[in-house]
C-alpha cells in the first residue's frame, strides 16, 4: 500500500525544513508518534537509528526506523523495520508562496495481521491521520 499526502504551508522552505529535521520533536505534531527513543548516538542524517511509539486509535506498536537517504533542506527516507515494514519519506519543496511538503509512504502489514485486508481496512485511517500531521505541522510552524 503507498500513501502520499500534500500540504502547501506559508512558510519558508528553510523554516519547515528546520521542524522536519529535528526528528526528536516530530511526536509534537504528529499525533501517532506517542514517543521516539534513539537507539544510537547520532540523531540526525542517514544511519540514524530510533524507535518510535505509535499510536492510531486502539491500535499501538513500536515502529522501529532507520534513516536511509537525507538530503538536506529537500527530504528524509525511512526504513519501517517494525511490525509494519516499508519505507517513508518527507519531502520539502520551496516555492513564491511557501513550502509544499510531501509525506510518502509504502507500506506492508504482515499476513498475521491481516495483510492486504489490513492494508485496505487502514488506508483511509492512515490518509486521514497523516493529511491531521500536516495540518499540525502548519500549526507547529505558525506558533510563536
Excluded: C, Y
Excluded at 508518534?33 to 530510533?50: C, I, K, P, R, W
Excluded at 527516507?77 to 509504502?106: C, F, K, P, S
Excluded at 483511509?124 to 491531521?132: C, E, M, N, S
Amino acid at each position: 500500500m503507498t500513501i502520499k499526502v500534500s500540504r502547501h504551508i506559508n512558510q519558508s522552505q528553510v523554516k519547515v525544513w528546520n521542524t522536519l529535521s529535528d526528528l526528536a520533536h516530530h511526536p509534537s505534531w504528529m499525533k501517532d508518534a506517542v514517543n521516539l527513543e534513539f537507539t544510537t548516538d547520532q540523531t540526525s542524517g542517514v544511519g540514524t537509528l530510533m524507535d518510535v511509539e505509535t499510536k492510531i486509535g486502539p491500535f499501538a506498536t513500536v515502529d522501529m526506523l532507520e534513516v536511509t537517504d537525507w538530503v538536506d533542506g529537500h527530504h528524509i527516507v525511512v526504513q519501517h523495520r517494525g511490525v509494519v515494514t516499508g519505507t517513508g519519506r518527507l519531502a520539502a519543496l520551496g516555492d513564491d508562496d511557501g513550502t509544499l511538503v510531501t509525506w510518502t509512504e509504502t507500506l506492508h502489514f504482515p499476513w498475521w495481521l491481516g495483510g492486504s485486508v489490513s492494508s485496505w481496512a487502514a488506508k483511509p485511517v492512515l490518509i486521514a491521520t497523516w493529511r491531521g500531521n500536516l495540518r499540525r505541522l502548519e500549526s507547529f510552524l505558525s506558533s510563536p
